[in-house]
């Protein structure tokens, strides 16, 4: 193994201490990075929308539309097209008003579909999970789904808003805390193994890849 | 349709199941009409058998097409819902199931069955629940906002990152320093994006007013569009309509890594006193709370994200949790209306609190007293779909 | 003794993150192999897949990641297909579902077969069609387990350089997904999840996985009820993984996934030292401080 | 005001009462719609991505124009932008371009890539910055996260029933009280955008 011929690559290596560098302080280096990585990213998005949103869902169906005389396939992707040209208003002092429309219709469908979805994974599944099925006074594992039911009932006093946590219920919702605040160290201590599997994967890329250091 | 194939079982128990084929085809509920359910007798000489092949007769079509099989001899039901073999709703398909022996031949066929077509409905009766829940939740809300214009009980709790706003706009304002705003990472698809802009208004106003500055970087171009309106309008109706400028509120990038580089790259050069991360986050949490710790930012952040709440409850002074986030603009604006709506989601939480009590109560003493499942048969009945 | 929790108290991340670097790169260059305890998933999985060369039925290894998480998956591909070499067990190389995995399964076959020939003992080298095959992409999701399962050469009758699977002798035998002796699923995502569904439930093949440390919490459920054979869960489920292969069948080859390994132990160590003394720092200060006042 | 407001305040109602219905309804009529609009909102999204140039532009040119040290930078991002958007609309074999995925793996990957692992230095910073014992609380968070680290490497595995155990009860038990939580926030969100009662993001008269 010996150090990368491949131009390529010593572009990217060079990339990678650019953004490290950030790290003593911001430079110039940095900065020619971010600007290089907002630009490329932002022209790479276009490429992508104009290949599969502009030709698949509106020039293509367009011309099938057309050609196979289908009014209302044309119809369907026109009025669309419609509604998103209407954002362009906002080019005008006057005239801005109109890109509410689009925004209205955009606001419409999210809201409207994500309310089912939430009743059910949100809360009728996790209701389902807690619930006490069985007990069995000898086994621990149903002293931990006791605990379990603690632990949600208690977390949930915590977002009651329109009651004062003072007395039965401060004291509940205080024990949610202890609960959230354990949860919050274990997802914090678990998840430094995936974030340091990323810095051995850049720092393999520049020992093997770009300098052939190691094999 | 399914009455017909109903009448047929019925007619087939009668008649002791020996004048017709046994095999009954029924629509399977609650689709769009794409499957139907074949079930049949069990031949007597189940030991010779090996597996049985599942052939349909589509509707127009001159030869049986093989849809399935079923590798157990003693199973005598089939499901036909296979995208390769897609049905039809309305046109009427004909099985016929064929044994197969040890040695890989087909023998007799166990007969052919009524025409029968799949049905598609018109309500899906598994999620009657998810029914009820919405209608209750859409009853509720409106019952509060009722209650809400009486004027009486506004109290809300406190919650202490929304108290620190006002606190942490009034030190950019002190120091001379812009406000920095993001509102999330997200599309409109996340309510909690929703939620966000709901909050920028009230804060991008006071910010006018105390004559500071607010930058508003945007990952979505939607996004963008709508928090640049909602960030103008704030400045007009704090009367300082020319102080707004355009490029406070900006599109970066959609990439989501490139829009990290430009707000840390921001917060390096522009040092904003009061950093404001609310909406949803991603694994960038972290590395725009650390770099405005270096910075020395006063941080106020709120998500509901449950993966990047720990990091923002680590790097930052105040974090909103979750729902924190949804009570927000009726705690900012103590509007009626809005904390009516507040009401009802507390209500909506007791609800709960006393279900899953009451379940677990119920349940355990029919299992414990009365040695019988039966309850817990009725508790996945209402919560699964 | 003072000066040094001041020093601790005004600690600059600087000399943090230079830190953090050096626990990172002074281990991939001199590994210092730290002991790795090895666990029951790993075990399990290591002597099934080890149990496959009695009944001489193939092994389908998928590699259904993408790059980001390849510095902890590719690791788990090329211990279980140097284990599968070594034991002379047949081997299905599959990208799975999605196109990206594709380029990951001819990264990971590259590299085994360089280690492999490299080493020739006994003179004994490794042959494409005999000890193992490399499926294409083959696009239609869900579908293709469904069509493996019915009929695997109907689905993917070419192997990925242009054969007739019916040619090669790993795969001539294989007419259905059920003639699979064990489908290893490395993967991120829930994609191991819908192999059982399919695979297991469906056709019986029996089912491992190879996941990052982050999906393997989710995935202990599936191995209680013993849904899956056994499992690697992360970094650290690899590094047990090559030390089986290195303790049981004597496979000495640089072990990747235990090199970095030393890494994670590294800086997770460093990581708590610093938090148990900036907590000693800040109770002595604190103390000072209420002394002063 | 009709067309400012009401009626735009109208289309969210109706089309949001719309999506929750067809939620409910397995008919490939609704089916179809749900295609229809899924397609509707792919294309109206599309187009905002021009008020997203726009502004970019806007910026960079005004910081072009003030000519400072740093205007050459807002020259790198607009240069970019322009020719990687040209290789991937222009260049032969459209996405699959060699030029266009090359500029992709080698500089919008590796600047990716690199961007996300500063999170290894930063949670490690943040760690020892943030976790004080101040109170009680603030020490069971630590302690629980030094617990969690200890029990993933190599030598903790002693610790390894107990991580599993903080995993599955306690941290479930909090995470299922606040998913609970979020759930009944959007949808009161969402009802009140539904129901007009929210409505700044529409903006002003």
Known sequence: MSISTN??????????????????????????????????????????IWHLTVFQYIIDPIKEAVLN???????????????????FSRFSRSKGWIARWPIAVTMGYYTGISITPSIETNIFKQVEGTILTSFNPGSLGSWWALLLLVGVVTTLFYFFFSVKHAGFVGRTAKVGIWFVMIAFGASFGYTVMARVSLLIGRIQFLLHDWLGIIK | MKFLTLFGILFLIIQGGSLYSEIVVEDVPNDAGEALMITWDLPDDVGNISMYRIYRLDPGAEDYILVGKVENPNVNVFVDHDPRYPLHAGTEFVYKI???????????????????SPVAQLFNFNKVNSLIATLFVFAALIFFLNYAKTGKGLFIRKIAGLDALDEAVGRATEMGKPVLYVPGLSTMSDV????SINILGPVAKKVAEYETKILVPNRDPIVYTIVHEVVKESYLEAGRPDAFDTDQVFFVSQQQFAFVAAVNGLMMREKPATNLFLGMFWAESLLMAETGNITGAIQIAGTDSVTQLPFFITAC??????????????????????????????????????????CSIISLIAVLAFNTYAFNQVISAIFSF | ??????????????????????????????????PTTITPPTVNLWNYIDSLAETGKPLMVITDYAPSTSPELDPMSRAVIRHALEKDIPIIIYGGLYPQGFGMSQRVEQYVIDEMNHKKVNGDTIIYGEDWVLLPFIPGATAVIMGMGDDFHRTSPEDARGNSLSDLEVTKDVRRLGDIGLIVDISGSSLPRLWLQYATTRYGVPVGVGTTAVSAAEYYAFLQTGQFVGMMGGMKGAAEYEQLNEDLIEVKVRRVASIAMDAQNAVHIFIIIIVILGNISFFVMKKNKARRF | MLFKRTLPLLVV?????????????????????????????????????????????????????????????????????????LIGILGKDGLDNWLFSNLYSY?????????????????ASAAFKAFKARNAMAFALLVTAIIVMLGRVSFGSFLNGLVEWIMVYPNTAAQRGILIGIGLGIIATSLKIILGIERSYLGGE
């Not at chain 2, 009726?330 to 009802?344: C, E, H, Q, T």
């Not at chain 4, 500089?107 to 949670?123: C, E, G, K, N, R």
């Open chain 2, 192 to 195: 909690a994006t929703i939620a």
């Open chain 2, 317 to 358: 002074d105040y974090t909103l949790i979750g729902e924190e986030l949804y009570a927000a603009s009726a705690y900012l604006s103590r509007d009626p209306i809005l904390v009516g709506s507040v009401k009802a989601q507390d209500l909506e939480k007791a609800i709960i609190l006393f279900l899953m009590i009451a």
């Open chain 1, 69 to 87: 005389k289908d009014v209302l396939g044309f119809i369907l992707v026109l009025v669309p097209t419609i509604i998103g040209l209407m954002y």
């Open chain 3, 1 to 34: 003794m003072m000066k040094f929790w001041l020093f601790l108290e005004r600690l600059d991340r600087r000399w943090i993150y230079l830190a953090i670097g050096l626990s990172v790169i002074i281990p991939l260059i001199f590994p210092f192999n730290s």
């Open chain 4, 107 to 123: 500089i919008i990957v590796p600047l990716d890539a690199t961007m996300f692992s500063l999170l290894s230095f930063y949670i």
């Open chain 2, 98 to 116: 064929v044994p197969v022996d040890f040695s890989q031949n087909e023998v007799e066929s166990l007969g052919t069955s009524l025409a029968v």
């Open chain 4, 13 to 85: 109602f109706v089309l949001g009462i719309a999506m929750m219905i067809q939620y409910f309804i397995p008919h490939p009529i609704s089916q179809s719609f749900k295609e229809g609009a899924d397609n509707w909102i792919r294309i109206i999204g599309a187009f905002a991505i021009v008020l997203g140039l726009a502004s970019f532009f806007h910026v960079h040119t005004r910081k072009i124009m003030r000519k400072n040290k740093d205007s050459i930078f807002s020259v790198v991002a607009i240069v970019s932008l322009i020719g990687m958007a």
């Open chain 1, 7 to 48: 131009l390529w690559v010593w572009l990217a290596a060079f990339l990678t201490l650019t953004i490290y560098s950030f790290l003593y302080k911001d430079n110039i280096m940095y900065k020619f990075a971010e600007h290089l990585f907002v630009g490329a990213s932002v022209g790479w998005s276009i490429a992508i």
